[in-house]
């Protein structure tokens, strides 16, 4: 069992910056992959970013790509993504997810999420 929440999210200008947590409970969060995913109303949810539970490999969606960091603190149980030059199409909730033994870039792989956090992106 993990519990996951998010936060960070809120109202930014195209091209600024936000940097969103999700911060994790669990007792092997640490070998936990951790996935960002976001979803727009009438949306599919979208694959955002993942990182492997060492931290050192990393996957993005194309749409993010090159604008998007994911990161994280295995000693805090967070994971952060630091997302610059934003674009009023970043506009969604953005949600944390997890799993053991893989670094998915589908949903289906995940196996627990958070409740999500808005970002709202004005142009």
């Known amino acids: 069992q993990v519990q996951l929440v998010e936060s960070g999210g809120g109202l930014v200008q195209a091209g600024g910056s936000l940097r969103l947590s999700c911060a994790a409970s669990g007792r092997t969060f640490s070998r936990y992959a951790m996935g960002w995913f976001r979803q727009a109303p009438g949306k599919e949810r979208e694959f955002v970013a993942a990182?492997?539970?060492?931290?050192?490999?990393?996957a993005y969606g194309d749409s993010v790509n090159g604008r998007f960091t994911i990161s994280r603190e295995n000693a805090k149980n967070t994971v952060y993504l630091q997302m610059t030059s934003l674009k009023p199409e970043d506009t969604a909730v953005y949600y944390c997810a997890a799993v053991l033994g893989s670094l998915g870039r589908t949903r289906s792989e995940y196996d627990y999420w958070g409740q999500g956090t808005q970002v709202t992106v004005s142009s």
């Open positions: 990182i492997h539970y060492s931290g050192g490999r990393t």
